[in-house]
């Protein structure tokens, strides 16, 4: 009645998964064009209509499960849709694949889910898109996460060296941090040579342009690099609830405490559509339209 090869020309058309397209030809008897229509009535091969649009919106998602943890950002087109139940349901989904299975990279992360995807595309009414992912696994301590603001901001991070309650109280501490200052590296050390350089091109631009002496402006530099550092680098930031202590030193007091080495290992934050292009839609125009049709 109707071979792979048609499935996957279906498919090609209609944006439709592999299941639905081989319904629609089981339907219309392997009537290709019957097929096209049966999926565009059930609302189907809308997805692939959408694929174009711009998705910048959506969620940050985390779930922790033991010692393992995943964090994800799952993009729509509109905040009205970002807070339906649908949606939500759909980024728990990719969550808890990510929590459940080895997921080498985003392009496989997407491939596995594409079936899944397209149809919570049609189903909903927007385009969907998966666009990153963080995992991490304890050997030897915690991982916590923390949405911020509805889904907004998310925050994955590893406290290695204990797995007690201290730990855990000090990994939520640290992931409030993260949320809030935006550091873009751990330490010092960890921040690109290039960077650097770049930043002290600017920061020595910045002090001769002031008219500072030439022969203390490398000492500004330096100095103002220790602040860039400060701004950047989670163990060197100021404590959100204590500005008195760094993080650094906030690990160090917990360490003493209970009389074990903590360390935090490496942290992950997202925030939601950063970096991409957002939808500008006059929606009474759009209402408009969809009514003429």
Not at 113 to 128: C, F, Q, V
Not at 133 to 159: C, Q, R
Not at 187 to 210: G, M, R, T, Y
Request: glycine share 6%; aromatic share 6%; net charge negative.
């Amino acid at each position: 009645m109707f071979t792979s090869k048609d499935v996957m020309e279906l498919r090609k058309k209609t944006g439709a998964g592999v299941a639905d397209c081989q319904k629609a030809l089981k339907e219309t008897n392997g009537d290709m064009e019957k097929a096209v229509d049966f999926l565009r009535e059930k609302g189907i091969a809308t997805a692939a209509k959408k694929a174009s649009r711009i998705a910048a919106e959506g969620i940050v998602a985390a779930k922790i499960s033991g010692n393992v943890g995943a964090l994800v950002e799952v993009n729509c087109e509109t905040d009205f849709v970002a807070k339906g139940d649908q949606y939500k349901e759909f980024v728990n989904s990719v969550v808890d694949y990510v929590i459940a299975n080895d997921v080498k990279d985003i392009d496989e992360l997407v491939a596995v889910k594409n079936d899944e995807t397209i149809a919570a595309t049609a189903k909903i009414g927007e385009k969907i898109a998966i666009r990153r992912f963080a995992k991490y696994t304890a050997e030897n301590g915690i991982v916590e996460s923390y949405i911020h603001m509805g889904g907004k901001v998310g925050v994955l991070v590893e406290i290695e060296g204990c797995t007690c309650d201290s730990a855990k109280e000090l990994a939520h501490d640290v992931a409030l941090q993260i949320a809030a200052s935006k550091p873009l590296y751990l330490v010092a050390s960890e921040v690109p040579a290039e960077i650097l350089e770049h930043e002290k091109e600017i920061l020595k631009a910045q002090a001769l342009n002031e008219g500072k002496p030439a022969a203390i402006v490398d000492r500004m530099v330096e100095g103002r690099v220790k602040k860039y550092y400060d701004e950047f680098c989670l163990m060197n930031q100021a404590f959100v609830k204590d500005p008195s202590l760094t993080i650094e030193k906030l690990v160090k007091s917990y360490s003493d405490k209970m009389g074990k080495t903590l360390t935090v290992k490496r942290f992950t934050r997202f925030e939601m559509g950063e970096g991409l292009e957002k939808r500008n839609d006059d929606f009474a125009a759009e209402v408009e339209a969809q009514m003429k049709k």
